[in-house]
């Protein structure tokens, strides 16, 4: 059951709570009798003894997270006439999007592509049906599992976004080749060389800002700084989706405040990042995704389910959870060294706004002849030159160290080197590039280097007898120019000379690739495969379509913030 404030004497009720300073629990107790005196005549058979749900503010469509599908959907319900609130928890719009390279994956033969593709050979054009085959393709891991239903959308979906988000403020730099690394068809890549000059914002602030802009222009309001707790449904598995809670978040995540209701008469859209920075959330995917290893970018964005949570809670199914254990596109990456978050996605300045949250830069590592990587246990596990997206290297990264007071994970790892990598490498080693509290260390020696490591994830001391070995062994392998152990192709530099430094290199969570189970319009579907009424998700916080990146959180934003609001109420 459900009341909205407003009616004069109610908002009277909400004035005197706010020049009080009345928390939520003494305005409830003050104010629910009141309300319910007031609007019992109207409640349904069905709402009947339920609490009374007291809504503070309203509007059509409420969107949960401001990142790249919250603000599509926001933006897409709003030019079909509805009311629009996007809530997000951070201080600043943009979600992970704002943090990305900003690429899109957005083909199908629009016009960019038509433009580049000057006297290109037959057979180079792009169709939607060659998008659908590249992400549905079931001998390559990206789209094995992925629901061919919601690929088959999306893929026909390309052509028309692209347009729609020229048309809403986004300019598009180009395409570049990317054949080798994502193994996509030849068909819609172009080697273009563009002008080194600055034409406005770029990268992830490039998608973000527009949109961001475009969506205030039509009057969609964003309330930051507002943390979803609950979504609120009818009954709690049954009935439409009526609205959320929130809190309110102050000081940068140091405390929560005030709360309250929004009323969302047509729909709620769940966009709130996906489950990468939830241990507990991420290991019903992969048990081996345990707390050591990070989101990406989490110092900007936790992306802690939170959303999928709220829906599961009210009858949500999850969606293609296959997905997440098989995927070698960017499921985890190696990232900068020497910082908890190190994910390499954008770099970090220390003038940033949220860089206490991070503490450190890192340093990003171009030649991994400088470094050898070892687990907790002092070990080498894999050749270090091995490709970012390598999904051995992360197989083997994951793997148990045959501890048994952690069965689960890989454990931290780390990228040990000494003083003359350096000096080669031109690396600041000191803060604010690198972390001193628990990641990054250095000693004279190796053995008390190994004694020096102290980590909120290292569980137990590292041997110092087996790193020394570690390092003596490799020293040989650079004096033969052969990695007996695991192929490191002519290894080149000694670990020899001191100071000799220890490095947080341990692989970040780039993306989450299950969520909230979708249909085709972007609903969330229950465990009996039904759309509940009034809740949509897109982006990472869906599940069902293996793909990393902004055009799949576009696309089902779009179509969610459409679907609601034609919703008749």
């Not at 309300?35 to 409640?43: F, H, I, K, R």
């Not at 692209?162 to 598009?172: S, V």
């Not at 000494?418 to 690396?427: G, L």
């Not at 990146?549 to 089902?556: I, K, N, V």
């Amino acid at each position: 059951m459900s009341k909205s404030r407003n009616k004069p004497t109610r908002n009277k009720v909400v004035q005197a709570r706010n020049d009080a300073a009345l928390d939520r629990r003494n305005f409830l107790k003050k104010g629910a009798a009141v309300g319910a005196v007031a609007m019992g005549a109207g409640l349904s058979q069905a709402a009947q003894g339920a609490e009374a749900t007291i809504w503070d503010r309203e509007a059509d469509v409420v969107v949960i997270g401001g990142g790249a599908g919250g603000l599509v959907a926001a933006i897409a319900a709003r030019e079909k006439g509805a009311s629009v609130i996007i809530v997000e928890k951070n201080f600043d719009i943009g979600g992970r999007a704002m943090m990305s390279f900003g690429g899109l994956y957005i083909g199908g033969g629009n016009r960019l592509q038509k433009a580049l593709s000057g006297n290109a050979p037959p057979g180079r054009d792009d169709t939607p049906d060659k998008v659908f085959d590249d992400w549905s393709r079931p001998e390559k891991p990206i789209g094995r599992f992925s629901d061919r239903e919601l690929v088959r959308v999306y893929a026909d979906n390309n052509l028309d976004l692209f347009d729609w988000l020229e048309k809403h403020g986004i300019r598009w730099e180009g395409y570049r080749p990317a054949v080798d690394r994502l193994d996509r068809s030849r068909t819609r890549l172009n080697v273009v060389k563009w002008p080194d000059e600055k034409t406005g914002p770029a990268r992830g602030p490039g998608f973000v800002r527009p949109l961001a802009k475009t969506a205030r222009a039509m009057g969609v309001e964003i309330l930051l700084q507002q943390q979803m707790t609950k979504i609120h449904r009818e009954s709690p598995t049954s009935g439409r989706v009526t609205g959320i809670s929130v809190i309110e978040v102050d000081d940068n995540y140091a405390q929560k405040t005030k709360t309250m209701n929004i009323r969302a008469r047509k729909g709620v859209v769940v966009a709130t990042g996906g489950s990468a920075g939830n241990p507990i959330f991420r290991t019903m995917f992969d048990v081996r995704l345990t707390e050591e290893y990070q989101a990406e970018n989490s110092e900007w964005t936790q992306r802690t389910a939170d959303g999928e949570i709220a829906a599961m809670q009210i009858g949500a199914a999850l969606g293609a959870t296959a997905c997440q254990t098989t995927q070698d596109d960017n499921l985890l990456n190696k990232g900068r060294m020497g910082k908890k978050s190190n994910g390499g996605g954008t770099e970090l300045y220390a003038t940033a706004p949220h860089f206490f949250r991070a503490r450190a830069i890192g340093i990003e590592i171009e030649d991994y002849q400088n470094v050898i990587l070892v687990k907790e246990n002092g070990l080498r596990f894999y050749t270090e030159t091995a490709h970012t997206r390598d999904y051995e290297y992360y197989a083997a990264a994951l793997a148990w160290t045959g501890d048994p007071k952690k069965m689960n994970g890989g454990g931290p790892i780390w990228a040990i080197f000494d003083a003359d990598a350096v000096a080669r490498e031109k690396w600041n080693v000191k803060p604010p590039y690198v972390d001193p509290n628990g990641y990054f260390f250095s000693a004279d020696t190796v053995e008390e280097l190994a004694k020096k490591i102290v980590n909120e994830y290292q569980w137990r001391t590292m041997p110092p007898a087996a790193l020394k070995a570690t390092v003596e062994r490799y020293n040989s392998f650079v004096d033969k120019g052969v990695d007996s152990d695991f192929k490191k192709p002519t290894p080149t530099f000694k670990i020899a000379k001191p100071p000799f430094y220890a490095a947080w290199h341990t692989p970040a969570l780039h993306d989450s690739y299950s969520g909230i189970r979708i249909n085709t319009s972007g609903q969330v579907l229950d465990l009996r495969g039904t759309a509940i009424p009034g809740l949509y998700a897109c982006g990472d916080s869906s599940g069902g379509f293996g793909q990393h990146g902004l055009c799949r959180a576009a696309t089902y934003g779009r179509l969610g913030g459409w679907h609601a609001a034609a919703q008749k109420v």
